[in-house]
């Protein structure tokens, strides 16, 4: 017998790092995303597969229940390896049931974009783990890789979401309608640049006691992006977050740095790495990325679950 779960990829729109403080956010999940297939065989141990886009093993290994239960890798330090004992003992954790049992498990992971996309790897696969194993995926999350959790929240909704942490750092999840009459102007450019955000991240670090007036600017561009009526009103709105970042992080801007002479808006997304960054034009400006050497454009249509 077969279970097969799925979770959704995501985007962070809005709220990236000042998530972490309170600010509201907005947030897209994907159209591509990842499954998990688990079946039952007789030694009990965990056969691993992890299948990439194009149908390649990225990874595979095997595991036995101690290494799980010990958390603790005992043949090698794999740092792949090791991170998915971590997530699979603190699941065991959660349901001490998991491995009770008399039988162990072949696991096979597909993802349906390519792994160096960044549209949740890892999230989708600990909400996969979570659904399988009927647990909280939030705490999951929390105990293995840290984080806001507003990728879990995409993973589990088939629609756009405002998320945020309230005082206790528990997530506020709502469902909200973005899909306005300009979504045929927006498009996500794959910049294959993986950044070392190490700086950006000290330098939010250092800032926080600065952060509060930030945090509810935020929330309303936020909320104002979500009910916006028009283009040129939410790309008053990105570009006003972009100059709030860029100078919380004390880093240029993606289009500062790489695109300074597009006539549109450019906003950077997640961690400010090298990964999707959202562009708003009234022209398709799938052209002019091409010639600049960057050739995975999507639109809106064919990126996001609407």
């Given at each position: 017998?077969k279970n097969t779960f799925?979770s959704?990829g995501?985007?962070?729109?809005?709220?990236?790092?000042?998530?972490?403080n309170g600010a509201k956010a907005?947030?897209?999940?994907?159209?591509?995303?990842q499954?998990?297939?688990?079946?039952?065989i007789?030694e009990?141990k965990?056969i691993?597969?992890s299948?990439d886009?194009?149908?390649?093993?990225w990874?595979?290994?095997?595991?036995?229940?101690d290494e799980?239960?010990?958390?603790?890798?005992f043949?090698e330090e794999?740092?792949?390896?090791h991170?998915?004992?971590?997530i699979l003992?603190q699941?065991?954790?959660q349901?001490?049931?998991f491995l009770?049992s008399?039988t162990?498990f072949k696991i096979?992971?597909?993802?349906?974009?390519?792994?160096?996309?960044g549209?949740?790897?890892?999230?989708?696969l600990?909400?996969n783990?979570?659904q399988w194993?009927?647990?909280?995926?939030f705490?999951?999350?929390?105990k293995?890789?840290?984080?806001s959790?507003?990728?879990i929240?995409?993973?589990?909704?088939?629609?756009?979401?405002?998320?945020?942490?309230?005082?206790?750092?528990?997530?506020?999840v709502?469902v909200?309608?973005?899909?306005p009459d300009?979504t045929?102007?927006?498009y996500?450019?794959y910049?294959n640049?993986?950044?070392n955000s190490?700086r950006?991240?000290q330098?939010?670090?250092?800032?926080?006691?600065?952060?509060?007036?930030?945090?509810a600017?935020?929330?309303?561009i936020?909320n104002?992006v979500?009910?916006s009526?028009?283009?040129?009103?939410?790309t008053?709105?990105?570009?006003?977050h972009?100059?709030?970042?860029s100078?919380i992080?004390?880093?240029e801007?993606?289009?500062?740095?790489?695109f300074?002479d597009?006539?549109g808006?450019i906003?950077s997304?997640g961690?400010?790495g090298?990964?999707f960054?959202?562009?708003?034009?009234?022209?398709?400006?799938t052209?002019?990325f091409?010639?600049?050497?960057?050739?995975?454009?999507?639109t809106?249509?064919e990126?996001i679950l609407?």
């Open positions: 017998m799925y959704n995501k985007l962070l729109i809005t709220g990236e790092y000042l998530v972490l907005l947030a897209l999940p994907t159209k591509f995303g499954s998990l297939e688990v079946s039952t007789v009990k965990i691993w597969k299948l886009a194009d149908k390649s093993i990874f595979e290994t095997e595991l036995t229940f799980i239960i010990a958390g603790k890798d043949e794999h740092p792949i390896k991170t998915l004992v971590e003992h699941a065991n954790i349901n001490p049931e009770a008399e162990g096979e992971t597909e993802l349906t974009f390519p792994r160096n996309w549209l949740g790897t890892s999230s989708t600990i909400n783990i979570a194993l009927e647990i909280d995926a705490e999951l999350l929390r293995s890789f840290g984080g959790g507003y990728d929240a995409c993973a589990q909704h088939n629609s756009a979401i405002t998320y945020q942490l309230d005082a206790e750092e528990k997530p506020i709502e909200v309608d973005f899909t300009y045929e102007n927006i996500f450019v910049l640049q993986k950044q190490r950006a991240i330098n939010y670090m250092n800032k926080q006691q600065f952060l509060t007036n930030k945090t600017t935020i929330s309303e936020t104002r979500v009910l009526p028009s283009l040129q009103t939410t008053d709105l990105l570009h006003h972009e100059i709030i970042l100078d992080l004390e880093i801007t993606i289009k500062e740095r790489l300074h597009f006539k808006t906003k997304l961690a400010w090298g990964d960054v959202m562009v708003l034009s009234k022209e398709n400006p052209q002019y091409i010639s600049k050497g960057y050739e995975t454009i999507l809106y249509e990126m609407i």
